[in-house]
């Protein structure tokens, strides 16, 4: 322990005789650090952005709508398309299998009044599963029950950006809003979910009983959408085929012929968005390594200069009993410090300039201790992988033609 304290003691001592060139380099490594860390703190904020919307999306969901799509995407008979039915949600329900629920779905658009205040925003008739299947939860007041859904009964719960528009401040539970001209007693509202990746308010909606729209607001049986739980995500692709094939024997479809219906499953969209982004990440990562590269191949000219310098120094030190193990260690040790230091410095110069860039252009970042500790040891093996060869060099010099250079 005496020795290495003593080593690295002389290695201090001769990168303070080179203040310059040592500062140099060192900052050459920390410029390398600071870029990598901020790099990868841009791509793991981009990816968990990704995984929270993936998380909002659903759970395992697969989402059936009315309407077949043509083949340019455009979907044909999106609203009042009478292929779905609320048999089409209950046969599924029954007769699938590794189904955790299954949710019938009306919506469109109403006027929503409330005292001399009103509002456009969309409805949902849905039932009580919605809220396990699209993973929303309820902020204030409950959700309403089957037993509202055989009633269908005039409650509903409203999104936070409703309760802005037409309550302010005050407290929309038990508060009765008009749909239209159906009198509704407000039971709940949804925590809010902001911004959807498209752009899409999340909380400018109404939920309702699926029968209370159908019987008492539309005047119309058939569905918009079925949203399907999957057990798992594993078994949402067998699930798909699945459905497809029970709804083309329901609707008599013939083979050859088109669906009536469009079968969805965002989750995989989001999926394949959170990989490009991974990979995206790896990529910006690999290319700020280059300027770790970069001050590596500084380490080792640096090196390889002072090692010229101090040939008679190696040589006055072998000749009095140093091995070459000695001599390699000690210039090692000093490529080592400055990797570590270079290190160090990248560290704190990452967190302030991720700082900047996050307040000045209001980037996301997300900085996380296992970033800092890899680039920390990614320093310091920079400076073992390329402080080698030098030391090693050093060491294996001939005692007595280092002491007769000049």
């Known amino acids: 322990m005496h020795y290495l304290r003593t080593v690295f003691a ?13 500062a140099l380099t060192i900052l050459g490594i920390a410029v390398g650090i600071a870029a990598f860390i901020c790099v990868v ?20 969901m697969i989402w059936i709508e009315a309407g077949s799509r043509a083949k340019s995407g455009v979907r044909v008979g999106s609203r009042g398309s009478r292929t779905l039915i609320v048999e089409d949600a209950l046969s599924i329900e029954r007769q699938i299998r590794g189904i955790k629920q299954v949710v019938p779905n009306v919506d ?42 055989e009633r269908a009964s005039p409650v509903c719960v409203i999104g936070q950006t409703v ?10 539970i038990g508060k009765t809003i008009r749909l239209n001209n159906l009198p509704c007693s407000v039971i709940g509202v949804f925590a809010a979910k902001g911004v959807s990746s498209t752009g899409q308010d999340q909380d400018d909606f109404i939920v309702l009983p699926y029968t209370t729209v159908q019987k008492r607001l539309t005047g119309t049986f058939w ?12 078994t949402m692709q067998p699930t798909s ?76 030190r072998m000749a009095i009993g140093a091995t070459e193990g000695d001599v390699q260690l000690q210039f090692l040790s000093e490529a080592v410090i400055i990797s570590m230091l270079g290190g160090i410095l990248g560290v704190i ?33 920079t400076g073992i992988f390329f402080g080698y060869y030098p030391s090693r060099k050093a060491a294996q010099l001939n005692p007595i033609e280092s002491l007769r250079y000049e």
Do not use: C
């Open 349 to 381: 110069v990452g967190i302030l300039a991720s700082s900047v860039l996050q307040n000045t252009l209001h980037w996301q970042l997300q900085l996380s201790p296992q970033i800092m500790v890899f680039a920390s040891l990614f320093a310091a093996g």
């Open 163 to 172: 309760v802005d528009n037409l309550f302010g401040q005050e407290n929309p």
């Open 41 to 60: 703190a841009i791509g793991d904020a981009g990816s968990a952005k990704i995984e929270e919307q993936l998380h909002n999306l659903g759970d395992n």
């Open 241 to 316: 085929q699945e459905i497809i094939g029970l709804l083309r024997e329901r609707h008599h479809l013939r083979q050859g012929e088109p669906d009536d219906f469009n079968l969805r499953t965002p989750e995989e969209l989001i999926r394949a968005q959170l990989q490009a982004s991974h990979l995206l990440t790896l990529l910006l990562a690999s290319t700020a390594s280059l300027s770790l590269l970069v001050g590596g191949v500084g380490i080792m000219n640096i090196m390889l200069v002072s090692i010229t310098q101090r040939t008679r120094e190696i040589g006055i």
């Open 10 to 22: 002389e290695a201090f001592r001769e990168l303070g005789r080179n203040k310059i060139r040592s």
């Open 108 to 149: 469109g658009r109403m006027q929503a009044v409330y005292g001399n205040l009103n509002w456009g925003t969309q409805y949902r008739g849905v039932t009580p599963g919605f809220l396990e299947v699209r993973r929303w939860d309820v902020r204030l007041g409950g959700f309403f029950s089957r037993e509202d859904v």
């Open 223 to 234: 569905l918009d959408d079925i949203f399907v739980s999957a057990a798992s995500a594993d």
